[in-house]
């Protein structure tokens, strides 16, 4: 039994390295260019960032801003911890609760920008498919990180 364990775990191995941490690589490299490839858009390309500006273009970039990168992005780590932080359960629980918590600020920071951008420049909130679905993510996202965050203290 022992024998055919090991075997099928040796089958998850390319070239010695377990293809989860090989997968884990990649996932950081993403995090990494799709970063770099926003920040170039909005402070090369779009004008930059900015919660008091009077250019309001800056306003809006923030929240593709905290969307991609707080929400998507920090919160994709947070799914990752177990795999990617060599220390104990205990540690990695507390790493993973507190990237989600990020996750979850930065995504509650992103709506604020987007509702105060549709506010200042007189738009009707809320008529696309794109903000229900929007909504409806962050308040089930919202949802999830409290109940992650009971479970750690409570156990
Ligand atoms: C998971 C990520 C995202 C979530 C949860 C989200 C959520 C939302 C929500 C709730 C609104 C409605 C605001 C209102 O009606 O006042 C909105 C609007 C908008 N968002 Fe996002 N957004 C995300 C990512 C993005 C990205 C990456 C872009 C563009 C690069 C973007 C572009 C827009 C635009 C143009 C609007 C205004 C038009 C509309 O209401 O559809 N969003 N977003």
Request: with cysteine; glycine share 6%; charged share 15%.
């Amino acid at each position: 039994m022992e024998k055919a364990n090991n075997r099928s775990r040796a089958s998850y191995r390319t070239a010695g390295v377990p293809v989860s941490s090989l997968l884990t690589v990649f996932a950081h490299l993403l995090f990494i260019a799709i970063t770099t490839l926003l920040l170039v858009w909005l402070l090369h390309f779009r004008e930059g960032l900015s919660f008091t500006s009077t250019n309001k273009m800056k306003l809006f970039n923030l929240h593709p801003f905290f969307m991609v990168i707080g929400f998507v992005l920090v919160s994709g780590e947070a799914i990752m911890t177990f795999t990617t932080i060599p220390a104990r359960r205990r540690t990695r629980k507390y790493f993973h609760m507190f990237l989600h918590l990020i996750g979850l600020g930065s995504s509650i920071v992103g709506l604020f920008a987007i509702f105060k951008f549709q506010h200042d420049t007189a738009k009707v909130d809320l008529l696309t498919l794109h903000s229900w679905i929007g909504i409806s993510t962050v308040s089930f996202y919202a949802l999830l990180v409290v109940s992650l965050v009971h479970i750690v203290y409570c156990d």
